[in-house]
T-cell receptor, first 111, second 113 residues
């Protein structure tokens, strides 16, 4: 079992719809969780971080964390073609430690 | 100017050659990382350094070595390149606070023939 798992996709959503991405992790001691967006051929860029159970909203993005079930999700509301990218989930096991990345979910937003 | 730079951006080399990839940052961060990315595999950590005197192996360090020349510079070397080291390589930095937000360089596309 991989430490951080994501469905590779592609997740195809129509423009204006909600894209829902999921990520599961194996280490119950994990403390910090991140979503990075990566356009093809470009470097990852941080879009959301979440540290406690519940929802965290930032513009059209909402991260949801459930430590009991060991999953973290990302919702993209009102999806735009510019949201077409690969979304990487990253998990930090302990404060100040290194990150473990999932394989990424490719999202395609169709006009 | 970019906060995290990598040189070269693209490199084609032959099996057995020694290659060095360089990373520089102006963010003032203590922590630096080297990752490789293969299609569908996300990012795999090669080496990381939490300060100039601290070097640690990551998940896939075999065949690689690093040097932390200064707080701002972290180099990755392939002593004898092999074709399965063909990949996209990223350098990243982070501060030494309680969370580990990482900032990535633009990447180096390496092809080993």
């Amino acid at each position: 079992q991989k430490e951080v798992e994501q469905n590779s996709g592609p997740l195809s959503v129509p423009e204006g719809a909600i894209a829902s991405l999921n990520c599961t992790y194996s280490d119950r001691g994990s403390q910090s969780f991140f979503w990075y967006r990566q356009y093809s051929g470009k470097s990852p860029e941080l879009i959301m971080s979440i540290y406690s159970n519940g929802d965290k909203e930032d513009g059209r993005f909402t991260a949801q964390l459930n430590k009991a079930s060991q999953y973290v999700s990302l919702l993209i509301r009102d999806s735009q073609p510019s949201d077409s990218a690969t979304y990487l989930c990253a998990v930090e096991k302990a404060a100040g430690n290194k990150l473990t990345f999932g394989g990424g979910t490719r999202v395609l937003v169709k006009p | 100017d970019a906060d995290v730079t990598q040189t070269p951006r693209n490199r084609i080399t032959k099996t057995g050659k020694r290659i060095m990839l360089e990373c520089s940052q102006t963010k003032g961060h203590d922590r630096m990382y080297w990752y490789r990315q293969d299609p569908g595999l996300g990012l795999q950590l090669i080496y990381y350094s939490f300060d100039v005197k601290d070097i640690n192996k990551g998940e896939i360090s075999d065949g690689y070595s690093v040097s932390r020349q200064a707080q701002a510079k972290f180099s990755l070397s392939l002593e004898s390149a092999i074709p399965n080291q063909t990949a996209l390589y990223f350098c990243a930095t982070s501060d030494s606070g309680p969370t580990d937000t990482q900032y990535f360089g633009p990447g180096t596309r390496l092809t080993v023939l």
